[in-house]
């Protein structure tokens, strides 16, 4: 990554946080670092929070990077493709988190032997505590995808997939948060239900849930040895598990899973 110059080609959210990521883990100098967008005002919030450099010509700023990350809507990648195509060639590396497009529909509008990476993020990356999978296209390297994964290393923990998986890391990372809320609002509903005040309920939820997968990534132990050293014989944890699986939370998230991979593949069909 080093002496790089990055251009994040879309800066909405996800755009922002990459930017912000690469500028806090120090893997570029703010000045290496262009932002484009369409919306001016966009441009102006980002160059004053940021100092990076900004452009409302996706090509110019391509034209000058050594990694293009491509950050617009999925609906907007094909123009955008288009327009950077005469300008990207195999010195360079395209980055791509626009979700459901395939790194062969990326290929298919560049010069051939262009080194591309998808990656699926998710939003806790606002907070550095993503989680993205990466997958590598034909033509990249093993440098390639670790200078993609130096980006999103930034922005919290990364994983290396076939792109076939791709479905199922949006349907459980990319979605997952969704369901997190859901878990923290119901423990929260549950904390009321026995008298704790809301705001003490929701707080004691959500840490817990936190603490929860911290234990498990810093120990690496499987989640049943853990859960087994917190459920006493005859205590109340092991009676709180009976009603989960009576009310079949497990079966609920695996289903979750399950739907949002099939409504994800639905989605990328004819991509
Ligand atoms: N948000 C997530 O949780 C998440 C997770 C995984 C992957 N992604 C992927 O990340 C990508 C960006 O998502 P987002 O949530 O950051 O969307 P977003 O906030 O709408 O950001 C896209 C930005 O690109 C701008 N833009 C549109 N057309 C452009 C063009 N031709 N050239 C330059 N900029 C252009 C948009 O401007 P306008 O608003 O005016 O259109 C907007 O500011 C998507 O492909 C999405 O699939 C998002």
Same mark, same amino acid.
């Given at each position: ?6 251009? &994040?080609?879309?800066?909405? !959210?996800?755009?922002?946080? *990459? %930017? =912000? @990521? $690469?500028?806090?883990?120090?893997? #570029? ?57 005469? &300008?990207?060639?195999?010195? !360079?590396?395209?980055?791509? *988190? %626009? =979700? @459901? $497009?395939?790194?062969?529909?990326? #290929? ?69 948060? =969704? ?6 609002? #119901? ?85």
């Amino acid at each position: 990554m080093k002496g790089k110059k990055i251009a &994040v080609v879309g800066g909405g !959210k996800m755009g922002e946080v *990459i %930017a =912000a @990521g $690469i500028l806090k883990a120090g893997l #570029a100098q703010p000045g290496s670092v262009t932002v484009t967008d369409i919306v001016p005002d966009r441009l102006s919030y980002l160059k004053a929070k940021y100092a990076v450099a900004t452009s409302g010509d996706n090509r110019k700023a391509a034209r000058d990077a050594d990694i293009v990350v491509l950050a617009v809507k999925p609906q907007g990648m094909g123009d955008v493709l288009k327009d950077l195509a005469p &300008v990207i060639d195999r010195r !360079k590396l395209v980055i791509s *988190i %626009a =979700a @459901g $497009i395939p790194i062969r529909f990326i #290929a298919e509008h560049l010069k051939k032997g262009v080194p591309v990476v998808r990656v699926m993020p998710n939003t806790p990356a606002l907070v550095g505590e993503g989680a993205a999978a990466l997958a590598a296209g034909e033509a990249a390297s093993g440098a390639d995808l670790a200078a993609a994964r130096e980006i999103f290393d930034a922005l919290g923990l990364t994983v290396v997939v076939k792109e076939e998986l791709m479905d199922a890391v949006t349907g459980l990372s990319g979605s997952g948060p =969704a369901y997190g809320f859901i878990i923290i609002d #119901a423990l929260s509903d549950g904390g009321v239900l026995m008298g704790l005040p809301r705001d003490v309920a929701t707080k004691l939820a959500a840490q817990t849930l936190l603490g929860a997968a911290r234990l498990y990534l810093d120990s690496l132990k499987h989640p049943g040895e853990l859960r087994d050293m917190v459920t006493s014989p005859g205590g109340t944890t092991i009676a709180g598990i009976q009603a989960l699986e009576k009310h079949g939370l497990r079966s609920s998230l695996i289903h979750a899973v399950e739907a949002a991979t099939l409504r994800s593949k639905e989605l990328g069909k004819g991509k």
